[in-house]
């Protein structure tokens, strides 16, 4: 190769790469913003006067000692084991079962908060002066498709009901909350936390959930811009992480007057539900969302959530598609490596006539380029000539079209759609494959990544010159950005590159 011919290599990779980055990773799932937007700024106008306020994110307790010791009540479902306490009448634990071949992959998304962290309870009703921690477990009962869980407590300026409905067969879980005031006006507010997984260290990428003034379900994930920001009365709101969502789904009662975030230490975010003033008895209902980031998880619920998966977008059908191929290859192979091999086999499969056509139309391009350079070098003092050859081999080959590009065009959707059912779903994560813990993470070893430059400098190697620059151009590309893909994602282009070269071999035998 020569300097002129690595230079253009170089440079072609250097814009691919930009262009690479810039138009498929260019959207970091958490960053953080300079700009910070003025206190009430993205407040959506309700239709009618609203007064504005600072926004109350302060939690004051009562200073009053606890009365009996604290008691946890766990509630076990079909994919789920909620732990109430009494200290707050908070959520204290959540753990999420994932089947995985006949066993159960126990997923924490809420902790047992510690003695710091009592505002950051999970459903804790907070209230202007005096929030109470303590109440008592007042009662509960299993019924068909639910358990109820009720906690009662009283302070010196209201008589406080929080009842949980826990829903077996769903995602869903109720709050029911009923206030008698006995002086003077108070004003509630219900606060939740996002989904926490340290385990997932800065792939955890929180986000923040909420309707807009036109009812379009909004996903924010510079979480900057929520420090002084808020809604009013959104009728979806709440957080997610990278596989779960935590979100207020269904306020029939119009509880929440406005709603807003508090992040803390930047790795964690709190959303508060912000109720009216009342000086007379009042009880609202309002069900929430706790649960996976998949649609046979959210659709029951709230179909409004699917717009929190990380495919929506126009090439939804065909993520959708692929992801239920996978489940059902999984059925009988239940690999999810060996999965992403076969669906690759099959891809593969499928666009063998284009690929046979569109390297029918290369050599058949090639044929007519070197034709024609012969043709220009041979009559280029003959003008009349030269047109003349020139029409008699466009006739016979006809003018070069992209149909050689077609394989690309055609498996480019296919990969951006599946790159974030590689990355992001549930279904891959902590799945193991040989030496890969887990597939939707980084190959802890770099092998794919380094396997994947390997065939495709092999692969681009067999091509004709012509040919051979831009695919060595593409492979400096994925050399220096498939070291952040994940596990999944790599297994997917290294078996591709293999079949790609075993096609190769074979159609040259062929021919």
């Given at each position: 190769?020569?300097?002129?011919?690595?230079?253009?290599?170089?440079?072609?990779?250097?814009?691919?790469?930009?262009?690479?980055?810039?138009?498929?990773?260019?959207?970091?799932?958490?960053?953080?913003?300079?700009?910070?937007?003025?206190?009430?700024?993205?407040?959506?106008?309700?239709?009618?006067?609203?007064?504005?306020?600072?926004?109350?994110?302060?939690?004051?307790?009562?200073?009053?000692?606890?009365?009996?010791?604290?008691?946890?009540?766990?509630?076990?479902?079909d994919h789920a084991i909620y732990s109430f306490s009494t200290e707050?009448?908070?959520?204290?634990?959540?753990?999420?079962?994932?089947?995985?071949?006949?066993?159960?992959?126990?997923?924490?998304?809420?902790?047992?908060?510690?003695?710091?962290?009592?505002?950051?309870?999970?459903?804790?009703?907070?209230?202007?002066?005096?929030?109470?921690?303590?109440?008592?477990?007042a009662g509960h009962r299993e019924e068909d498709d639910r358990v109820?869980?009720?906690?009662?407590?009283?302070?010196?300026?209201?008589?406080?009901?929080?009842?949980?409905?826990?829903?077996?067969?769903?995602?869903?879980?109720?709050?029911?909350?009923?206030?008698?005031?006995?002086?003077?006006?108070?004003?509630?507010?219900?606060?939740?936390?996002?989904?926490?997984?340290?385990?997932?260290?800065?792939?955890?990428?929180?986000?923040?959930?909420?309707?807009?003034?036109?009812?379009?379900?909004?996903?924010?994930?510079?979480?900057?811009?929520?420090?002084?920001?808020?809604?009013?009365?959104?009728?979806?709101?709440?957080?997610?992480?990278?596989?779960?969502?935590?979100?207020?789904?269904?306020?029939?009662?119009?509880?929440?007057?406005?709603?807003?975030?508090?992040?803390?230490?930047?790795?964690?975010?709190?959303?508060?539900?912000?109720?009216?003033?009342?000086?007379?008895?009042?009880?609202?209902?309002?069900?929430?969302?706790?649960?996976?980031?998949?649609?046979?998880?959210?659709?029951?619920?709230?179909?409004?959530?699917?717009?929190?998966?990380?495919?929506?977008?126009?090439?939804?059908?065909?993520?959708?598609?692929?992801?239920?191929?996978?489940?059902?290859?999984?059925?009988?192979?239940?690999?999810?490596?060996?999965?992403?091999?076969?669906?690759?086999?099959?891809?593969?499969?499928?666009?063998?006539?284009?690929?046979?056509?569109?390297?029918?139309?290369?050599?058949?391009?090639?044929?007519?380029?070197?034709?024609?350079?012969?043709?220009?070098?041979?009559?280029?003092?003959?003008?009349?000539?030269?047109?003349?050859?020139?029409?008699?081999?466009?006739?016979?080959?006809?003018?070069?079209?992209?149909?050689?590009?077609?394989?690309?065009?055609?498996?480019?959707?296919?990969?951006?759609?599946?790159?974030?059912?590689?990355?992001?779903?549930?279904?891959?994560?902590?799945?193991?494959?040989?030496?890969?813990?887990?597939?939707?993470a980084r190959d802890p070893y770099f092998v794919l990544p380094i396997?994947?430059?390997?065939?495709?400098?092999?692969?681009?190697?067999?091509?004709?010159?012509?040919?051979?620059?831009?695919?060595?151009?593409?492979?400096?590309?994925?050399?220096?950005?498939?070291?952040?893909?994940?596990?999944?994602?790599?297994?997917?282009?290294?078996?591709?590159?293999?079949?790609?070269?075993?096609?190769?071999?074979?159609?040259?035998?062929?021919?």
């Open positions: 190769m020569n300097v002129k011919d690595l230079l253009f290599v170089m440079v072609m990779a250097l814009i691919s790469t930009w262009a690479f980055e810039y138009f498929f990773f260019g959207k970091k799932p958490f960053q953080h913003a300079a700009e910070v937007t003025q206190a009430g700024q993205q407040f959506q106008a309700p239709g009618q006067k609203r007064e504005l306020k600072p926004l109350n994110r302060e939690i004051n307790f009562i200073e009053t000692k606890q009365l009996e010791a604290l008691q946890e009540y766990t509630v076990e479902t707050g009448a908070s959520l204290d634990h959540l753990v999420f079962k994932e089947a995985r071949d006949g066993k159960n992959i126990e997923l924490t998304t809420i902790h047992p908060a510690g003695e710091t962290e009592r505002t950051q309870r999970c459903f804790l009703l907070a209230f202007n002066e005096e929030t109470p921690l303590f109440y008592t477990l109820v869980v009720v906690y009662k407590a009283e302070t010196p300026a209201a008589s406080i009901t929080k009842t949980f409905i826990v829903f077996k067969h769903t995602y869903q879980l109720d709050l029911v909350v009923e206030l008698h005031p006995k002086k003077g006006a108070i004003e509630p507010r219900i606060v939740f936390s996002s989904p926490r997984m340290p385990e997932l260290g800065d792939q955890e990428r929180l986000s923040a959930i909420m309707t807009n003034d036109q009812g379009a379900v909004m996903v924010e994930k510079t979480l900057t811009k929520l420090e002084d920001t808020g809604w009013f009365e959104p009728t979806l709101f709440g957080t997610a992480n990278k596989y779960f969502v935590h979100a207020m789904v269904r306020d029939e009662e119009k509880f929440t007057q406005r709603a807003y975030y508090s992040l803390i230490g930047g790795e964690h975010l709190e959303a508060f539900l912000e109720g009216p003033a009342i000086t007379t008895d009042k009880s609202w209902h309002l069900s929430f969302y706790l649960g996976p980031k998949t649609e046979e998880g959210m659709h029951p619920v709230d179909p409004r959530l699917e717009k929190t998966l990380d495919y929506a977008g126009w090439l939804t059908p065909i993520s959708q598609a692929l992801l239920k191929l996978m489940k059902f290859l999984h059925h009988y192979v239940h690999n999810y490596g060996l999965v992403i091999i076969a669906i690759t086999a099959l891809l593969k499969l499928i666009l063998l006539p284009f690929t046979i056509k569109g390297d029918k139309k290369a050599k058949e391009h090639a044929e007519f380029q070197k034709k024609m350079a012969y043709i220009q070098k041979k009559y280029k003092h003959d003008q009349e000539t030269l047109k003349a050859e020139q029409a008699a081999l466009i006739q016979k080959y006809g003018l070069p079209g992209l149909s050689g590009c077609l394989p690309m065009f055609i498996q480019l959707p296919i990969f951006f759609a599946l790159n974030p059912i590689l990355t992001s779903s549930l279904h891959l994560y902590k799945a193991p494959f040989l030496w890969i813990p887990d597939l939707s396997l994947i430059v390997i065939f495709m400098v092999i692969q681009a190697l067999t091509l004709d010159k012509q040919g051979r620059m831009p695919a060595l151009a593409v492979a400096l590309v994925i050399a220096a950005v498939s070291i952040n893909f994940s596990a999944g994602l790599s297994l997917y282009i290294c078996t591709s590159a293999v079949l790609g070269l075993l096609q190769s071999a074979i159609q040259k035998r062929v021919a």
